[in-house]
């Protein structure tokens, strides 16, 4: 069976490869599966994220069922999993925070236009040239972000006034409503984390963070916990999709965002391509990086229109629907139709949902980020540890964007005087 590198460079979902090269229902039966199994796992996840990115939740499932739709159906790649993905909170919720929901919209839709340019003029290539420790510096420094962001709902706090953005003051705010920890919030958040990970050894096949979150949604409420829920702070989910519509346009609101449409096309350009490189490392096949980049930039558009927050591809989602046993995108299709149908029949119950137990499973995923082996490997050599912490201080303590950009320019300092470290780690 080939494995693509001669059609690396094609502009042509790989759906319509699966589909020319013989399709059967043997393979349909396959995906069914793998797409349910991921549909149950991108289910709480999703709301989890939306939450944590300061939107309501249901927007999260409009992401993942829009955009997951599109991104398998146009991508590049056979396996990838498209939809909102934990790396993007940070940068989500400081975009809704300052232009509210109409102003995010704007950004999501013109990152998803700049993504498609990348794509069509075939820059996918050059993503796969950043530095391996400029990547995990990033991606820890997210993950550390993300926890620091979960720890209001995770113990039930109760700020005095708005939640500082910036990680330090964000934590002298928290350090100062400690009084108002409500006990029952913390047990639920880390009983569903422990839960979860619990379930991960011992019995891996099972959809862990879906069992956690629904045994913490009926201890909530059988035992009258006094903790916040969906239901007390959005009022629940529609049930069903809204009708499109285009984000604002003006020349004003464009101007206004686009330094964050760069920085969700920046990050999503880099989140997208290397969930489909780990594709590509469990299957042996070749993705299509400027075709998946038309498609990533495609999905965020209509996944604007439809209300939805960043759509990029999912490392773990991937992953999931790789050891599921997926043969093709059209699993990846079955997990957006997967996820409408749990949306249309479960919406109601989603009101039991106790934050505490989102921001568990957000525990569970700033773990799974945080490369903590990999970080401390990289530490071993001080060209590497230079890039490293530099791109993990800088996006801590200033933003993403700036991190990359400082971690990219200290790594091309060093292959200029001839010590490169940008295939370090690779």
């Known amino acids: 069976m080939p494995d693509g590198s001669a059609s690396a460079h094609l502009f042509r979902p790989k759906l319509a490869t699966t589909f020319s090269e013989g399709y059967g229902l043997a393979a349909l039966r396959a995906d069914a599966l793998a797409g349910l199994t991921v549909a149950v796992v991108a289910l709480p996840l999703s709301m989890a994220i939306a939450v944590a990115s300061g939107v309501p939740p249901e927007r999260g499932l409009y992401t993942a069922i829009i955009g997951g739709a599109l991104v398998s159906g146009l991508g590049g790649s056979r396996f990838q999993i498209g939809g909102p993905a934990g790396a993007f909170i940070v940068l989500v919720a400081a975009t809704a925070a300052r232009f509210g929901l109409g102003g995010l919209m704007t950004a999501v839709l013109l990152s998803g236009v700049m993504l498609a340019l990348l794509g069509a003029l075939r820059l996918g290539g050059l993503v796969r040239h950043i530095p391996h420790a400029v990547t995990v510096g990033f991606t820890c420094g997210i993950a550390v972000t993300i926890l620091a962001s979960q720890l209001t709902d995770l113990g039930g706090l109760t700020l005095h006034g708005r939640e500082p953005g910036a990680l330090l003051p964000k934590l002298a705010a928290l350090g100062q409503a400690l009084g108002t920890l409500t006990p029952a919030a913390l047990a639920t958040g880390l009983g569903v984390a422990a839960l979860i990970f619990a379930l991960r050894r011992w019995t891996p096949a099972l959809p862990g963070m879906l069992i956690a979150v629904t045994l913490a949604s009926l201890a ?52 997208s391509l290397l969930s489909a490189k780990v594709a590509d490392g469990m299957t042996g096949r070749k993705h299509r990086s400027n075709m998946e980049l038309v498609a990533q930039g495609l ?24 050891r ?15 996820l409408l149908v749990f949306m249309l029949l479960a919406a109601p119950l989603a009101k039991y949902i106790p934050l505490a137990a989102l921001a568990g499973v957000l525990l569970v995923v700033c773990w799974s980020m945080a490369e903590t082996r990999e970080f401390g490997r990289l530490l071993k050599d001080w060209r590497t540890a230079a890039v490293l912490i530099a791109t993990f201080g800088l996006t801590l303590l200033r933003d993403l964007t700036t991190g990359i950009v400082a971690g990219c320019l200290l790594a091309a300092m060093f292959w200029a005087l001839r010590r490169p470290v940008a295939e370090e780690g690779d």
């Open 324 to 338: 599921a046993g997926a043969r093709s995108p059209v699993a990846g299709i079955l997990h957006a139709v997967f």
């Open 220 to 271: 909530a409420f059988l035992l009258h916990l006094p903790i916040a829920t969906i239901g007390s702070r959005f009022g629940g989910i529609p049930g069903g999709l809204p009708a499109p519509s285009l984000p604002a346009l003006g020349p004003a609101q464009v101007l206004a965002v686009l330094p964050a449409a760069c920085s969700f096309a920046l990050l999503g350009a880099v989140e």
């Open 299 to 322: 999905a965020n558009v209509a996944s604007s229109c439809f209300g939805g927050i960043c759509v990029t591809g999912t490392i773990a989602r991937t992953a999931t629907n790789v």
